[in-house]
């Protein structure tokens, strides 16, 4: 699979005491020409998906997360795996430990604008998590790479190198 981008962020990795290993799925849901995008409380924006359960393929989480996350049903055909963001950071619940983290990113071909009901975790509800459709053109003004949240640069890069990055 594709690597799209490797993010560290460590310092001085011989410093952490263990490593936690996550792995996660992204969806880049565009209609004509605009990307679907999670619109936060805060004002912050990011990308839809989440974490992948044990034994759940990248297809499943990004059907479970977009249901969940945007209240939309989308389909295994209608997703295109497109590579993979890997990062390493100091983890925020255990700053002695590494927070190895890879995304796998998919485009998703939608075939509206059609947005349904969420089934938000706590966590996502007291960030006030909706969906909402940016303009592609427009894209880079709301996924700022030095944004509050730990996945600010993550989805930027995504973005950039997914996106609008020609090979």
């Known amino acids: 699979m594709k690597l799209l981008a ?23 849901a565009m209609h004509e020409d605009k990307l679907l995008l999670l619109k936060l409380r805060d004002g912050s924006y990011k990308i839809p998906g989440g974490g992948l359960k044990p034994n759940e393929t990248v297809r499943n989480a990004l ?7 945007c ?10 795996i497109a590579g993979k963001v890997h990062e390493l950071k100091a983890d925020k619940f255990e700053p002695d430990c590494i927070f ?7 485009t998703i071909s939608m075939v509206s ?5 969420q089934q938000l975790d706590d966590y996502e509800e007291k960030l006030g998590m909706h969906p909402v459709w940016v303009e592609l053109s427009e894209v880079n003004m709301y996924l700022d790479p030095e944004g509050p949240h730990d996945w600010n ?3 930027a890069r995504i973005v950039q190198d997914v996106l609008f990055t020609r090979e």
């Open 6 to 28: 490797e993010i560290n962020q460590l310092k001085d990795a011989k410093h952490y005491r263990d490593v936690f290993v996550r792995d996660g799925a992204k969806g880049l």
């Open 63 to 69: 059907i479970r997360e977009f249901l969940e996350e």
């Open 71 to 80: 209240g939309i049903a989308i389909e295994s055909y209608d997703i295109r």
């Open 100 to 106: 190895s983290h890879t995304s796998y990113v998919a």
């Open 113 to 117: 604008f059609e947005i349904g009901a």
């Open 153 to 155: 640069l993550r989805d």
